[in-house]
């Protein structure tokens, strides 16, 4: 345990005991992440009331919606491999679609990415789902088979709507790429390269069945709790069972957008981790929330949480990180309360101490000899403009000290003077290329649409 969560513990302990008394709740397991560790966790009230069992960190929760963020890497994995792209439509993959509504257009626009961030304007539930009943088709293969009752509801891109369907469609779509069953493909794919060894789908392992907490329903006229029903088949869309030991782990993977290539641990690559965070488009008038990539985003307190959170009957859950700062919380509650709300409480507690800590020093990454060359001052002659190429946090970038959010990273292609400069920037995708002299001196830099001449010191 780090010195700054000895100093926030009973803070961290007292506010989600506070919360889960406060709105009546049968219990939760809570925890906090920081970078590759789970830097606390507690387990308040009562993971089953009858027999008073209390819970832990490897009590497991039904975690619901979290699961879309397993079923949309699975899809973004899928994609690495080039079996499919994001701008596919959905019908290529799944060509029982091509009898569903399109009232809005070709059934064509709706495409994977939509999908993933619920803009494809696709019907929210399966046929005949009735969530009080509760009456709900999880298997996609007899949907399809009423695919002429499913559809567009909406025109695509027109605004955010959260589609069940839709990400068991995804499922499916994985479990037909990879040709192997949704719930394996993540098992092996994601959860056990990962030591998710706690966590998996209906029906879950014997040794597992002991440390499932029990679904309550809300307390609405009296103390009195009432089982939830979880007698549901529920697959890519919400199937998942995880607690919170697993689910950090599944946190701090989240914040390896700089692990390189999809190996061992590392289940997907980083720039593709990168991608599923990034916002693609507003989801509310007063820019507070934005969806991502089978993820979305809240702004508060001018801190960008990335999450997702779960409800199914007696279980409500939540995960939310900010990928900045390498710091996240889990809150797992078996019964009815906003679970976002208390995660992104803990989660500020956590990030504040963590900002208030002295920094850690660390020795910088050497520079790499065939960079040396290339460091310095460059300038456009015809408006004046002075960059700087750097080595500076283990990345070759340019720097303009006029514009602090504009950072172009150069990462190296074969040729020695060829660099790919990195997402997140205008110039993306692009190139920038070191022009030398005859005796082999850097005379200019072209960035992506403009010469940069290189300035040398006078001696």
């Not at 679609?97 to 929210?124: C, K, N, Q, Y």
């Not at 989240?254 to 916002?279: N, P």
Request: hydrophobic fraction near 40%.
């Amino acid at each position: 345990m780090g010195s700054w969560v000895a100093d926030v513990e009973s803070k961290l302990e007292s506010k989600a005991a506070g919360f889960v008394k406060e709105n009546r709740l049968p219990g939760a397991s809570v925890g906090v992440i920081r970078g590759d560790d789970l830097a606390w966790a507690a387990g308040i009230g009562f993971a089953e009331v009858a027999s008073r069992r209390t819970p832990d960190p490897a009590t497991l929760y039904r975690v619901a919606s979290i699961t879309k963020t397993f079923t949309g890497t699975a899809i973004m994995q899928l994609r690495d491999e080039g079996l499919l792209h994001l701008d596919d439509p959905a019908v290529k993959h799944v060509p029982e679609l091509r009898d569903a509504s399109s009232p809005f257009g070709e059934i064509e626009h709706v495409t994977i990415r939509r999908m993933l961030s619920h803009e494809s304007g696709f019907v929210s539930e399966p046929p005949g789902t009735d969530w009080s009943t509760p009456s709900y088709e999880g298997v996609a293969e007899r949907n399809l088979a009423r695919v002429a009752e499913m559809g567009t509801r909406i025109p695509p891109n027109l605004q955010q709507k959260y589609s069940n369907v839709a990400y068991q469609l995804l499922g499916e779509i994985v479990a037909r790429l990879s040709g192997t069953p949704y719930p394996e493909y993540v098992r092996a794919n994601i959860l056990e390269p990962l030591g998710m060894m706690g966590s998996g789908f209906d029906p879950v392992p014997e040794e597992l069945l002991r440390r499932r907490a029990t679904g309550y329903a809300s307390r609405l006229f009296s103390d009195e709790l009432d089982l939830a029903s979880t007698d549901l088949t529920v697959w890519a869309e919400g199937g998942l069972w995880s607690s919170v030991d697993d689910l950090a782990r599944w946190m701090s993977f989240q914040f390896r957008e700089d692990g390189g290539v999809r190996d061992g641990s590392q289940v997907l690559a980083g720039s593709s981790l990168k991608e599923m965070h990034q916002a693609r488009y507003l989801g509310d008038e007063a820019w507070t929330e934005a969806w991502c990539i089978s993820w979305y985003a809240v702004r508060k307190d001018d801190v960008i949480w990335v999450q997702h959170s779960g409800g199914l009957h007696g279980f409500v859950t939540n995960i939310c990180f900010d990928p900045k700062e390498k710091v996240g919380a889990i809150v797992l509650f078996n019964g009815v309360g906003e679970a976002s709300d208390l995660a992104m409480e803990l989660g500020k507690i956590a990030r504040d101490a963590i900002k208030e800590a002295a920094p850690k020093i660390e020795q910088p990454a050497p520079t790499p000899e065939a960079f040396r060359p290339l460091l310095g001052l460059y300038i456009q002659l015809e408006f004046g403009e002075l960059l700087r190429v750097e080595w500076r946090d283990g990345k070759l970038m340019v720097v303009d000290e006029s514009n602090d959010k504009w950072r172009p990273i150069l990462t190296p292609t074969a040729n020695p003077d060829e660099f790919l400069i990195e997402p997140g920037v205008r110039e993306s995708g692009e190139l920038a290329v070191f022009r030398r002299l005859p005796d082999g001196r850097v005379a200019s830099m072209f960035l992506a649409a403009g010469t940069y001449a290189r300035l040398d010191p006078v001696s």
